[in-house]
Structure formats: C-alpha cells, structure tokens
C-alpha cells in the first residue's frame, strides 16, 4: 500500500462524496449520456449550484468527467456505479453508508467507552438493500473465483445456509448441470434471491426455504453444505455447524466462504478491516478467524479440513462428513 499525506487527509472526504453520489443516483441518471449540472439536479431533486460542487469533485476522483460544460460517466463508473449493470455496487455502498456512524465511534468503541445511541444511517437499512448490497459484493469476483475453486462432481443436492441472493448457488448450478440448490434464509432475502435468478435457466433447480439458519433443520442426505458470508461469530458457528453436519449423507462435503483474517489477525487486510467493521455496531462479539473455524469443524465431528485462500479478500474452507 502507498501511503501519501494528501492520501491519508482526503481520503474521508471522497468516502463521503462517494456516498453523496451514490444516494443522489449521479452515476445512474448520467448513464450513457452527457449532460449538464442542472438537467441532472432537476432529475435527481438537487440544487444546481450545490450539486456542481459534488460533480466536480467527483471528476477529480476520476469518477465523471467533464467537457464544455457536460458531465460524463468514466469507464470506471459505467462498468462499477451504473445500476442494473451485472457489477454495480451501488448497494454496498449504501450498506457502507449505513454503517458510517459506527465508525466514527470506533476510537471510543477500542477505549471501551458506553456509545449513545442516537439515529443512525444504519437504521434506514432494510433486510433487501443489505441482501442486494452483499450481492454486489460477490459478484466483484468472490462467486466466479468459488466456481472455479470447487469440485462439486456428483453432487445432487446442496444446501446453501444464509445463501442471501443465492449468487452463489446459481453460479454453481450454471457449472454442475445436474446439481439441484436450496436457499436457507429469511423471507426479505429470499425475495430478492426470487427475484435476481427468475432471469437464468437454471432458476428451477434453485428452490427456497425461510429458515432460522442457527434452530432449524437443514435437510435430510444433502450431498454438500455451502456456507458462505455467514459464520463470523463464535457464538453461532458450533450450532450452524451442527445443523450442517445432521443433514450431510456419509462422506457429504462442507464448504465455507468468508472474509476471514489470518492467525496473526493482520492479514489479508480486507478480512482485518471486516473484524473492525463487525465489533463497530457490538464490541462485545467474538470473532472467528480461520484457524477457530477449522477447530470448530474437527470439533463439530468434520475430517479433512483444509483452509484455502480463495481470493487476496477471502478464504474457503473445506471438510467432510465421515
């Protein structure tokens, strides 16, 4: 990482712009088009003159980019900032804003200090943006580097345990023509799951279960388990393990997916950064690292645990069922 004085000052204030922007839809409604500061004040309900500011701002970010008094999309934005296009991250951006405040508390968060609660961006947050939001996330390159990672070869049926917008299920059901997916989750997000497969020809064999993924059954003689984004904290992993292993058929396969640290704490960044980010909102969780997690699996009855960098964001971690 280079690291730069001008880089360290600034660098909350683009955060904040970015959110701006974002939340204003800038990046949308400039689309494929070029136009100017007013037309997209008027379409977005801004002030001309307040919103220039932010645009060109914006263009010294290198997001947009200005000619003769228009404003344009980078390549950067079209292909990042543009929603509906396949990797927009519009949404996580919203969960990041949603999330802003706690942050700001983190000093007094490490000091151990009482935080007030006051109106937070998070509150704002529902079950279905947090869903889209971590979709966005996944499709940045985590769902294609799992299909390419894992051998699913004979398997049937899969469960996918907290499975969210079912990215991951439908990125292997499109690989394994023959394996059959069960999304495990709460009915906001399974809504959106519905919602974002109806489009692919594999969305029959993608069915949908609300379950309370740490009291409920998994299922019965499932050939694999896919938990990915879910077991982060120590007081859940042993139950969702559990349910994991009671519904395996002998030698059935369990696959995790998370953005784990490694056993020093430090490294990969993001998965250190991802620690922060969890005991911001409650400092009192403990957090599983990729060495817990493997412990946990042998705990939970599990052999030939491996843990395997996925991408320089995450790991996966695979086991069997004897």
Same mark, same amino acid.
């Given at each position: 990482?280079?690291?730069?004085?001008?880089?360290?000052?600034?660098?909350?204030?683009?955060?904040?712009?970015?959110?701006?922007?974002?939340?204003?839809?800038?990046?949308?409604?400039?689309?494929?088009?070029?136009?100017?500061?007013?037309?997209?004040?008027?379409?977005?309900?801004?002030? =001309?003159?307040? @919103?220039?500011?932010?645009? *060109?701002?914006?263009? !010294?970010?290198? %997001?947009?980019? &200005? #000619?003769?008094? $228009?404003?344009?999309?980078?390549?950067?934005?079209?292909?990042?900032?543009?929603?509906?296009? =396949?990797?927009? @991250?519009?949404?996580?951006? *919203?969960?990041?804003? !949603?999330?802003? %405040?706690?942050? &700001? #508390?983190?000093? $007094?968060?490490?000091?151990?200090?009482?935080?007030?609660?006051?109106?937070?961006?998070?509150?704002?947050?529902?079950?279905?943006?947090?869903?889209?939001?971590?979709?966005?996330?996944?499709?940045?390159?985590?769902?294609?580097?799992?299909?390419?990672?894992?051998?699913?070869?004979?398997?049937?049926?899969?469960?996918?345990?907290?499975?969210?917008?079912?990215?991951?299920?439908?990125?292997?059901?499109?690989?394994?023509?023959?394996?059959?997916?069960?999304?495990?989750?709460?009915?906001?997000?399974?809504?959106?799951?519905?919602?974002?497969?109806?489009?692919?020809?594999?969305?029959?064999?993608?069915?949908?279960?609300?379950?309370?993924?740490?009291?409920?059954?998994?299922?019965?003689?499932?050939?694999?388990?896919?938990?990915?984004?879910?077991?982060?904290?120590?007081?859940?992993?042993?139950?969702?393990?559990?349910?994991?292993?009671?519904?395996?058929?002998?030698?059935?396969?369990?696959?995790?997916?998370?953005?784990?640290?490694?056993?020093?704490?430090?490294?990969?960044?993001?998965?250190?950064?991802?620690?922060?980010?969890?005991?911001?909102?409650?400092?009192?969780?403990?957090?599983?690292?990729?060495?817990?997690?493997?412990?946990?699996?042998?705990?939970?009855?599990?052999?030939?645990?491996?843990?395997?960098?996925?991408?320089?964001?995450?790991?996966?971690?695979?086991?069997?069922?004897?």
């Amino acid at each position: 990482m280079i690291l730069s004085p001008s880089g360290l000052i600034t660098a909350p204030w683009k955060v904040y712009i970015l959110f701006a922007a974002v939340r204003l839809n800038v990046f949308t409604i400039i689309g494929e088009r070029e136009v100017t500061a007013p037309e997209i004040a008027n379409e977005c309900g801004a002030v =001309p003159k307040l @919103l220039e500011h932010l645009l *060109n701002a914006c263009v !010294g970010m290198d %997001l947009i980019k &200005l #000619n003769g008094g $228009k404003y344009t999309n980078t390549h950067f934005s079209q292909i990042y900032l543009i929603e509906g296009t =396949p990797r927009y @991250l519009g949404d996580f951006i *919203n969960i990041l804003y !949603g999330e802003s %405040l706690e942050w &700001l #508390n983190l000093a $007094k968060t490490i000091k151990g200090d009482e935080i007030q609660n006051g109106s937070s961006p998070l509150a704002e947050l529902d079950a279905q943006t947090f869903t889209r939001g971590m979709d966005n996330l996944g499709a940045q390159g985590e769902a294609e580097a799992m299909r390419n990672a894992v051998d699913l070869l004979g398997c049937r049926e899969m469960v996918d345990v907290g499975g969210g917008s079912g990215l991951y299920s439908r990125v292997l059901c499109q690989k394994y023509p023959g394996l059959t997916a069960t999304i495990l989750d709460r009915k906001p997000a399974l809504e959106i799951a519905q919602e974002l497969n109806s489009s692919f020809d594999i969305r029959d064999r993608i069915r949908y279960k609300e379950a309370d993924i740490t009291q409920d059954s998994f299922g019965e003689n499932v050939d694999v388990v896919l938990i990915s984004d879910v077991i982060y904290d120590k007081i859940n992993v042993d139950k969702v393990l559990k349910n994991a292993f009671a519904c395996l058929k002998p030698n059935g396969k369990i696959i995790i997916r998370g953005y784990y640290s490694d056993p020093d704490g430090a490294n990969p960044l993001f998965g250190a950064l991802f620690v922060l980010n969890m005991i911001t909102s409650d400092p009192s969780r403990e957090i599983v690292t990729i060495t817990s997690l493997q412990d946990h699996l042998r705990t939970s009855g599990f052999t030939g645990v491996k843990a395997i960098p996925l991408t320089e964001y995450s790991w996966y971690v695979e086991a069997r069922k004897p």
